[in-house]
Nanobody, 120 residues
Framework: QVQLVESGGGLVQAGGSLRVSCAAS????????MGWYRQAPGKERELVAT???????KYADSVKDRFTISTISDAHTVDLQMNNLKPEDTAVYYC??????????????WGKGTLVTVSS
């Protein structure tokens, strides 16, 4: 199938920046969409930003103008640049990928996640 591995994340102060990266491997023809989702303690996983092979992007309203998702590289990597981070951005960030969106913008394949903690 498809394997997704995240890197980056960590602890940053409010107002700071952080970049997380994701690399896909395996049956890459199954990956037409890649993106970042997050899950905060006690909350459901939510879409943060996604990008298609064609370069179409989707962002959560809460991160627009602060986060930027890269295009999908030839090496099937995708980065998320996070600027002006807020404590409410604290969550486990998951890389997702798949051939298409499923219900509620869900994707088929997932990484194990990387923790982003924003201190106030």
């Amino acid at each position: 199938q498809v394997q997704l591995v995240e890197s980056g994340g960590g602890l940053v102060q409010a107002g700071g920046s952080l970049r997380v990266s994701c690399a896909a491997s395996g049956r890459l023809f199954l990956v037409a969409i890649m993106g970042w989702y997050r899950q905060a303690p006690g909350k459901e996983r939510e879409l943060v930003a996604t990008v298609t092979r064609a370069g179409d992007t989707k962002y959560a309203d809460s991160v627009k103008d602060r986060f930027t998702i890269s295009t999908i590289s030839d090496a099937h990597t995708v980065d998320l640049q996070m600027n002006n981070l807020k404590p409410e951005d604290t969550a486990v960030y998951y890389c997702g990928g798949g051939p298409t969106y499923r219900q509620n913008y869900d994707l088929d394949y997932w990484g194990k996640g990387t923790l982003v903690t924003v201190s106030s």
